[in-house]
């Protein structure tokens, strides 16, 4: 069977690793090898200039911050994604390309540019959006992380609308979007249905 590739993409606190670990273990409950990764990866999350703007606002270039994840989603898809996708696992990524397209685009950044620097990757099977509205996007974030442990941009609500905006103009238009306010289950659900459509259509194809 054709391996998927599948991304999730949604505000912080959406919900994204639940239904990431449902998933994964629904493929392993059906017999089938699944890889769970997350973009950007540690190097980019973990680099010191980019640190220094999601804990401070300091970034004396969006642009340089840009590249960075670049350089990041180009060598984890070399590296990592591809690979596995050749050996038939699925692979259930944690965030993909359209996250750094809507939050770099909030921050300021033209998608020409963008769509220039992230070059030519690999369009999702599936692109799953779990939407949440700001207002809760920051009351689940605070619950989970505790108010002094907020980063630069989750502050407010304000770069949340930011993101959110942008994430529903750069979405593929078959994007599965679903209402993160619902039950974990329920939304597993709707995520299965969609998958399964997926592999028998690539059965018969």
């Known amino acids: 069977m ?18 990431i670990s449902m998933l994964n273990r629904w493929f392993q409950d059906n017999g089938e090898r699944s890889l769970v990764t997350k973009q950007p990866t540690d190097y980019y999350r973990h ?3 980019v640190r220094a703007y999601l804990d401070h606002g300091i970034c004396p270039s969006m642009e340089t911050i840009a590249l960075l994840s670049a350089a990041d989603r180009q060598w984890h898809m ?4 591809e690979p596995a996708l050749s050996e038939g696992i699925h692979v259930i990524s944690d965030r993909y390309i359209y996250s750094s397209y809507a939050f770099f685009k909030a921050r300021g950044l033209d998608y020409s540019y963008l769509n ?3 070059g030519s990757l690999r369009t999702p099977d599936l692109t799953i959006f779990l939407d949440l509205q700001p207002e809760a996007t920051l009351m689940r974030v ?7 442990q907020l980063k630069y941009e989750e502050q407010g ?11 529903i ?3 593929p238009q078959d994007t599965l979007m679903i209402d993160a306010e619902q039950r974990p ?3 597993h659900e709707q995520i299965v249905q969609r998958v399964k459509a997926l592999q028998k259509r690539k059965v018969t194809a």
């Open 157 to 167: 609500t304000e770069v949340f609308e930011k993101v959110r905006a942008a994430f």
């Open 2 to 19: 054709s391996s998927l590739l599948i991304a999730l993409c949604g505000l912080d606190g959406s919900g994204k690793t639940t239904q």
């Open 116 to 118: 220039h620097i992230y």
């Open 142 to 148: 605070m619950q989970r992380d505790g108010k002094e």
């Open 78 to 81: 070399a590296s990592e994604i």
């Open 169 to 171: 103009d750069v979405l």
């Open 47 to 49: 680099d010191p200039r």
């Open 185 to 187: 289950d329920a939304i």
